[in-house]
């Protein structure tokens, strides 16, 4: 039976170590984390190469891949950590949002380990996982100090953009999320339409490098003010720019497009952030995701923000599974333990989750 409670993690008697795995789109992964902070093992095995011939994901071949990859990631994981099943507390597996087919492979291996190690499986919500990777310790970067609440969390992945309310572990308020395409969706959109290469966002970052993010002025979708976002408006900006230079016989602009793109997307989403940020007397602000990897997006929050910001190292922003083990020990220490039938979400919004 899935049982969530209510509870607030508590001290825990001990250390709490977990199994995290992570199948939801086109990185199998597995990790070992103990407390929710110390990462023994991160292992990833991306699946981009493959996809990166389709110029996008192909849900057929990921979970194919997914099947043959996970068991062997989870060897890696355990090695890695220099443990045995036998020191694990229990298996912190995603179970959405995400594609079905990929997620099903994470379930099914956790709950096979489960089920022959007598071990509780935890059913992690991805973007849960995204927010808690702010918890994590790295090699590269301690956490000198936990976020605190209440604080405005600013998820951005290739499926979601969410602005979110966050007044305690495990308690949200969805503020606001994408009408359309999500940004990391919007980056691989135009990448592909200035020909550069799947994923788009290292892409359009490494192209903007050396671009004038004045050349274009592209439109910045402010929505009245809500708190949701847009970024289709500004795909279509680009496509009829791209259009409108090509039809000319001169050389596309590609380093000045990438720049101006990435400009209006970056303007948007660290706007509204702070804005929420005031609005909502936020104490501190956390940015997560696939695009928090964003050089720009980086600098100007750093830059522009009286908050403190907490944004995951470079290795942690995108898809891992430390994240989802870590989101597990909090899960955990709130008592949710699942059963053998839990199935995947493939659309679970985060806020579902209190
Ligand atoms: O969180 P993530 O790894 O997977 C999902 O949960 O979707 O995010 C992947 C997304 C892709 O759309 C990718 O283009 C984008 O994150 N991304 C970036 C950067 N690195 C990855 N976007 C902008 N700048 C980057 N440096
Ligand atoms: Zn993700």
């Given at each position: 039976m899935t049982d969530i409670t209510t509870q607030k993690p508590g001290p825990q008697e001990g250390t709490i170590r977990l199994l995290g795995i992570e199948t939801s789109c086109d990185e199998t992964a597995a990790a070992v984390v103990e407390d929710?902070?110390?990462?023994?093992s991160n292992i990833v095995a991306s699946q981009v190469d493959i996809h990166a011939q389709y110029g996008g994901i192909f849900p057929e071949v990921a979970s194919r891949q997914h099947v043959i990859t996970i068991y062997p990631i989870i060897e890696q994981a355990l090695q890695q950590a220099h443990?045995?099943?036998?020191?694990?507390d229990g298996i912190a597996v995603t179970r959405g949002p995400g594609l079905s087919g990929s997620l099903v492979v994470g379930l099914n291996t956790a709950k096979g380990i489960a089920l022959a190690n007598h071990l509780p499986i935890i059913g992690i919500n991805h973007l849960e996982a995204h927010i808690y990777s702010a918890w994590l310790d790295t090699p590269e970067q301690a956490v000198e100090r936990n976020p605190k609440f209440p604080l405005i969390a600013l998820i951005v992945s290739g499926g979601h953009t969410e602005l979110i309310l966050m007044t305690d572990h495990l308690t949200y308020q969805r503020l606001g999320s994408t009408l359309d395409d999500a940004a990391g969706e919007a980056f691989d959109k135009v990448a592909r339409l200035l020909g550069?290469?799947?994923?788009?966002g290292p892409a359009i970052e490494q192209a903007a490098e050396?671009?004038?993010?004045?050349a274009f002025s592209f439109p910045r979708?402010?929505?009245?003010?809500?708190w949701d976002f847009s970024f289709s408006g500004l795909k279509t900006a680009v496509l009829r720019t791209v259009r409108r230079l090509e039809s000319s016989d001169l050389l596309l602009p590609v380093n000045d497009l990438a720049a101006s793109f990435q400009a209006a997307v970056v303007e948007v989403l660290v706007t509204k952030t702070l804005r929420a940020a005031n609005e909502f007397e936020a104490e501190d602000i956390l940015i997560a995701g696939g695009?928090?990897?964003n050089q720009s997006l980086r600098q100007q929050i750093l830059e522009l923000s009286e908050f403190p910001v907490h944004i995951p190292p470079f290795s942690l922003c995108?898809?891992?599974a430390a994240m989802i083990a870590g989101a597990g020990y909090f899960r955990y220490c709130a008592g949710q333990r699942d059963g053998l039938e839990i199935d995947a979400l493939p659309n679970w919004p985060v806020s579902e989750l209190s």
């Open positions: 929710g902070n110390k990462m023994l443990i045995t099943l036998d020191d694990v550069l290469d799947y994923p788009g050396s671009g004038n993010e004045r979708a402010w929505l009245n003010d809500s695009v928090s990897a995108t898809d891992n």
